[in-house]
């Protein structure tokens, strides 16, 4: 029996310092029935020529030339054009390890009510590798079944990301990224669990770390918009499109989460009374004027999370001083 084409669509704009590694851990894949897109969205570094040089060197390699229209923009244009059984994406300052396609197309291919195979996270920052999430360290293989990835995928019990996943080709037949948007995973998350429900498939998340996910201060991580704001954007976004009750109950529950770590975060993180200007915090914490606290914490929470709540919602200059005397006494 033949092995299934994997068609491996690459988004690439402005990492000329990283994208031959990147390729490189593709190319050497134990898995070689690949189908590597190469989507080049109008970088204007060396990265066209990078993607034109590597064509040449493999002809599994496809090279897309396509003016700017950022990542969603990107995928769904490697999308069209791929050709394979199966579909897996990958960022282009990310690395893999070489049995990764190996790994995925066993799990996919485990059973016919499977549709989506997933493997885990390293984390790498300062050149140090770490577990990306301890909450999805499963320790075992665990198959999700189609009517609770949606929900876990929402409350990140399960990581949401479209880039550590393999999928069926005819599973995203009607899934694309919502062009315009930041944080588009969450997005590609919800619309493709309306088709996981449809098609009744099921996800194996596989115990296997294999993808290597690079932190960079230039990337959408660190923008000027904190990365919390497209995110609890796409969640009210989400709500109002569910048709799902228990589904919009886990929204809301992860939103008025994301509002109290955000809205903490901007006091703890910069502890100054600017902060408490700033027009994000003050859209924020409005909102969560109007949240009760058994809405934004698992069971009773902790003490911290108690007391950062309260004088968040009725003090928080008592926060912002509160941090700055503690920050004195760890520097004497």
Not at 105 to 112: A, F, L, N, Q, V
Not at 149 to 161: E, S
Not at 272 to 300: A, H, P, S
């Amino acid at each position: 029996m033949d092995n299934g084409l994997i068609s491996v669509i690459v988004p690439v704009f402005k990492v000329e310092k990283y994208l031959n590694e990147c390729v490189q851990s593709l190319i050497d894949q134990t898995y070689s029935d690949l189908e590597i897109i190469l989507v080049d969205d109008g970088s204007p570094d060396d990265c066209p020529l990078m993607c034109d040089s590597w064509a040449q060197k493999d002809s599994r390699i496809r090279v897309i030339h396509k003016t700017n229209g950022g990542l969603s923009s990107a995928r769904n244009k490697g999308l069209e054009a791929a050709t394979g059984d199966y579909i897996s994406f990958v960022d282009s300052d990310d690395y893999f390890d070489k049995r990764m396609y190996e790994k995925l197309y066993e799990g996919i291919t485990r059973s016919p009510s499977i549709g989506i195979s997933a493997i885990k996270f390293y984390k790498l920052e300062d050149d140090k590798v770490s577990i990306y999430n301890p909450n999805w360290d499963t320790k075992k293989d665990v198959l999700i079944k189609a009517e609770e990835f949606g929900i876990l995928a929402m409350k990140q019990v399960i990581c949401h990301a479209a880039t550590n996943k393999l999928y069926r080709r005819d599973l995203l037949a009607n899934v694309r990224f919502r062009e315009g948007r930041l944080n588009e995973d969450t997005l590609f998350a919800f619309d493709l669990s309306k088709e996981v429900v449809k098609m009744n498939v099921d996800m194996w998340d596989l115990d296997f770390y294999a993808y290597y996910y690079r932190m960079r201060q230039d990337s959408i991580c660190h923008a000027e918009i904190p990365i919390e704001i497209p995110y609890m954007e796409n969640l009210q976004i989400m709500f109002h499109e569910s048709d799902n009750k228990m589904e919009k109950s886990a929204i809301l529950r992860v939103y008025y989460s994301t509002v109290f770590m955000f809205c903490r975060k901007m006091l703890t993180e910069n502890p100054t009374r600017d902060t408490i200007k700033n027009v994000f915090f003050k859209k924020y914490r409005i909102i969560l004027q109007e949240i009760r606290y058994v809405d934004v914490v698992d069971g009773y929470g902790s003490i911290n999370d108690f007391i950062s709540y309260h004088l968040l919602k009725y003090s928080p200059l008592l926060l912002v001083l509160g941090h700055r005397f503690f920050r004195f006494f760890l520097r004497r």
